[in-house]
């Protein structure tokens, strides 16, 4: 049978009670979390506080003069961060930092 909304079949979804069968999904969850932990616990301080600047959406240039370093050594732990973090893009970074709170912490 076909919906009359959508055009797709007609299926019971077999719906169950709030909270019944989360057991899998709040697992992945937990180990996703665990998981940014781990990854988050291996920056450095130095790194960490890159990090929470690049999640405010800093460019290398503002984070240098923040830091009172040089564009080159903040290029160096963006590079290291990626790295550790296991992400390839500053939209990556700043995902995993939020998805772990990182932001708030500094």
């Avoid at 009359?4 to 937990?30: K, M, T």
Wanted: glycine letters at 8%; a positive charge; hydrophobic letters at 40%.
């Amino acid at each position: 049978a076909r919906n009359d909304r959508c055009g797709c079949r007609d299926r019971s979804l077999g719906f169950r009670p709030a909270g019944a069968g989360l057991g899998r999904p709040v697992a992945a969850l937990a180990a996703i979390e665990q998981r940014t932990e781990r990854l988050l616990a291996d920056l450095t301080d130095r790194e960490r506080d890159v990090l929470a600047l690049l999640v405010e959406g800093c460019t290398n240039r503002i984070i240098a003069e923040r830091l009172g370093v040089t564009s080159n050594t903040v290029k160096k732990h963006v590079d290291h961060i990626f790295q550790k973090l296991e992400v390839s893009s500053r939209a990556g970074a700043v995902a995993v930092a939020l998805r772990a709170g990182a932001s708030s912490s500094h």
